[in-house]
């Protein structure tokens, strides 16, 4: 489990990204994050893997405490993988090189600099198998569509063998088609190996779809966290301040 314990983040020109955050995230639940641009989703993201430092409050793990030693912090992030909107992968390297990346985190920089062990490779190649990538195993990511390289993502945040897994937007930039296939994809993993999942989206129809759980943001605020069956169409109006939104739900 991983606790957020009165988190506020104030940025250094005193933006508030969170103010006074309570939250516990479990293991095996598919958590999105909703809220409109500004809104703290992504600071909230990377407070979780302390890439943010809060300004207030802590992050606590369970067997790993307040994470306030490196070690700790280390033991976490190696569990806690990411996924990015932009898939930042090394766009010459093939898929399996790509998805080793995720192995790193098992190894000292020194080990690094050498060919990863054997199964390290195995892992990799069942990594991409999930996604359903594995005959791209030798293929340049450069190669592969917008869809195909956020599968790549995912499988090298699955080789970090976490976990949690946090997800920064996945699928912003993919055409409806693929971003069901994604999400389905992603969330049937979660399931399958009990990985808690906190993903921002800005699509109310697939956080609906896909949520056990959805936490509404407004600036650095949580206006509701409940099941998707309990969310009223005026709490998701709130939080984006429109109904416009309101038409695809
Ligand atoms: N490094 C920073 N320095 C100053 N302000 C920041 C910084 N990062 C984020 N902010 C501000 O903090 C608030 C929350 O930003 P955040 O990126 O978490 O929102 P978001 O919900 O993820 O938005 P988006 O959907 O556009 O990605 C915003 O007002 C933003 O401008």
Do not use: W
Not at 81 to 94: V, W
Not at 116 to 140: E, M
Request: charge should be positive; include cysteine; hydrophobic fraction near 40%.
């Amino acid at each position: 489990m991983i606790v957020l314990n009165n988190l506020s983040v104030i940025y250094e020109d005193e933006t508030v990204g969170l103010e006074n955050i309570s939250l516990e995230f479990t293991p095996g639940e598919f958590t999105v994050l909703l809220g409109a641009s500004g809104a703290g989703k992504s600071t909230l993201l990377r407070c979780i893997n302390l890439l943010t430092i809060p300004t207030r409050g802590q992050v606590i793990v369970d067997g790993l405490g307040t994470l306030n030693n490196p070690k700790a912090l280390r033991k976490h992030r190696q569990k806690t993988g990411m996924i990015f909107q932009q898939h930042q992968l090394l766009p010459r390297q093939t898929a399996l090189k790509n998805v080793l990346i995720g192995r790193l985190a098992y190894h000292s920089t020194f080990r690094s600099f050498f060919p990863l062990p054997k199964i390290d490779q195995i892992i990799a190649l069942d990594c991409l198998d999930r996604v359903g990538l594995l005959n791209k195993a030798l293929t340049p990511v450069k190669q592969l569509s917008g869809g195909q390289q956020q599968r790549v993502g995912i499988a090298r945040a699955l080789a970090q063998q976490p976990r949690f897994l946090l997800a920064d937007e996945p699928v912003a930039s993919l055409d409806p088609g693929s971003s069901h296939k994604i999400l389905a994809n992603l969330k049937k993993i979660c399931q399958e190996d009990g990985i808690g999942a906190v993903v921002s989206l800005h699509q109310i129809d697939l956080a609906l779809e896909y949520g056990d759980r959805i936490i509404g943001l407004a600036g650095g605020n949580i206006l509701f966290d409940s099941h998707p069956s309990e969310i009223k169409s005026q709490q998701l109006e709130k939080i984006y301040q429109t109904s416009s939104l309101m038409k695809t739900v």
